[in-house]
């Protein structure tokens, strides 16, 4: 039992690059999130998706696009990566609050 | 702005003692709260919710709530080591799921 998957688990980018973030659930949640971390910052929440082929603004939504591929994935794409984007990223899945969380994915944009 | 504040710590405590963990939110309005734990280089788990004013117990964790005083606090009997983490205490102020505002987290230390 897989839960919340997310991949990759580390990257590290220069500053102006793409990259796709995955995420996938087994668990038939309807809600996903992404959230990042950052030291002395607490979790802040970029963009959910309360059902399949919705998607709304987080607190930190800017420089970020989502895609709800299907009930099960949830991806995040830096479309021209900036060193303010160095994060853990966290992706989430639920039928309500957030509940289970991946492993996260170690970011750095050089 | 909405603001959910924690003290960051580190809290140490010996083994055996009670682990009290605090929490204030500065809308009035909100409806819900949450207490995650994180071990160091993972990712949260949900460990308690409670929505109603007074206290919930699970286990070793009690969860208190105020709202005259905008007060949210977890209580962990018996601390093990193996409770050695930080708590995120989050908050969510009604409306959208979106809603759920996070406070910085509160690094816990169980001494042996």
């Known amino acids: 039992n897989a839960g919340v998957t997310q991949t990759p688990k580390f990257q590290v980018l220069k500053t102006g690059q793409s990259m796709t973030l995955q995420c996938a659930q087994d668990?038939?949640?309807?809600?996903m999130y992404w959230y990042r971390q950052d030291p002395g910052m607490g979790l802040r929440l970029i963009y959910y998706s309360a059902s399949e082929g919705t998607t709304d603004k987080g607190e930190v939504p800017n420089g970020y696009n989502v895609s709800r591929l299907n009930k099960r994935e949830f991806s995040l794409r830096l479309e021209s990566a900036a060193p303010s984007q160095t994060s853990v990223y966290f992706c989430?899945?639920?039928?309500?609050?957030?509940?289970?969380f991946g492993d996260g994915t170690r970011l750095s944009i050089l | 702005q909405k603001e959910v504040e924690q003290n960051s710590g580190p809290l140490s405590v010996p083994e055996g003692a009670i682990a009290s963990l605090n929490c204030t939110y500065s809308d009035r309005g909100s409806q819900s709260f949450f207490w995650y734990r994180q071990y160091s280089g993972k990712s949260p788990e949900l460990i308690m919710f409670i929505y109603s004013n007074g206290d919930k117990e699970d286990g070793r964790f009690t969860a208190q709530l105020n709202k005259a005083s905008q007060y949210v606090s977890l209580l962990i009997r018996d601390s093990q080591p193996s409770d050695s983490a930080t708590y995120l205490c989050a908050v969510h102020y009604g409306g959208s799921q979106g809603n759920l505002i996070f406070g910085k987290g509160t690094k816990l230390s169980v001494k042996p």
């Open positions: 989430a899945s639920s039928e309500g609050i957030p509940g289970y």
């Open positions: 668990m038939n949640h309807n809600s």
